[in-house]
């Protein structure tokens, strides 16, 4: 008995610094974030929430609006820390940070990184080209430091934190986050060709994912993403 009263005294202070630490973060950035919303001329929270970034650039957007309706941008954030170079992760401890189509699945208040946002890599399309162990635990998170994750500083880590997590409460359903290895315009893949870790392997990869870029271009709208489950190549239609 008494043991479990220990564990359930630390459960119960696990919760409590959870929940003052998204507090704190709600108390600190909820009017920037619905001044923010205001701004941009949609409602808070949205209906829909898209995130996309972009690793050359080192650019995480958010986009957001009604369900059905083309997206606004929201805001621009800047990276302040990503391991690795452009290239998609294919294993346990390469320390890149993933190229896809992913969404922001697991919350984390109690991050070592002070708030993070879990990206749902590997997702099948990674099961079917990267040999195991893939790894995982690939986080957007604060704290300005890297090892396969995408970080922002703290003050911005709050903010997208409660972007992601209201617009979730609303959405009923995770997320989506598509990361690229730079914008994929014509300038773009023209770039990526001459990059010295450029292979046609890795050349055909950026090809495949510059339909889901072009159609959010051309849509404002996320594309609906499914892998092939003999290739695992990706397969885009325009979003609903």
């Not at 690939?138 to 911005?156: K, N, R």
């Not at 997208?160 to 773009?188: N, T, W």
């Not at 770039?191 to 870790?197: D, F, M, N, S």
Request: with cysteine.
């Amino acid at each position: 008995m008494t043991r479990w009263l220990f564990l359930w005294g630390l459960l119960a202070a696990f919760t409590v610094q959870a929940q003052d630490r998204v507090a704190e973060a709600r108390r600190a950035k909820e009017r920037v974030v619905a001044d923010t919303f205001a701004a941009a001329g949609v409602s808070w929270p949205p209906g829909e929430l898209y995130v996309r970034a972009f690793k050359q650039e080192r650019e995480l957007e958010v986009w957001a609006g009604e369900k059905g309706q083309p997206l606004r941008k929201v805001k621009t954030f800047p990276f302040c820390a990503a391991s690795g170079v452009v290239g998609p992760k294919r294993r346990l401890g390469d320390e890149q940070v993933p190229e896809g189509f992913y969404t922001l699945d697991r919350f984390n208040p109690l991050s070592q990184y002070h708030l993070s946002l879990r990206v749902s890599y590997p997702n099948d399309a990674d099961r079917k080209r990267g040999p195991p162990p893939l790894g995982g635990n690939i986080y957007i998170h604060g704290d300005c430091v890297s090892i396969g994750c995408i970080a922002l500083e703290d003050g911005p880590i709050e903010e997208l934190y409660l972007m992601v997590l209201d617009a979730r409460a609303r959405m009923k359903r995770d997320v989506p986050i598509h990361i690229f290895p730079s914008r994929l315009d014509a300038q773009g893949l023209a770039a990526l060709e001459k990059h010295p870790q450029a292979t046609p392997e890795l050349l055909a990869f950026w090809r495949a994912l510059e339909p889901g870029w072009r159609l959010f271009e051309e849509t404002r709208r996320p594309p609906r993403v499914s892998v092939d489950s003999k290739t695992g190549a990706y397969s885009v239609r325009p979003g609903r």
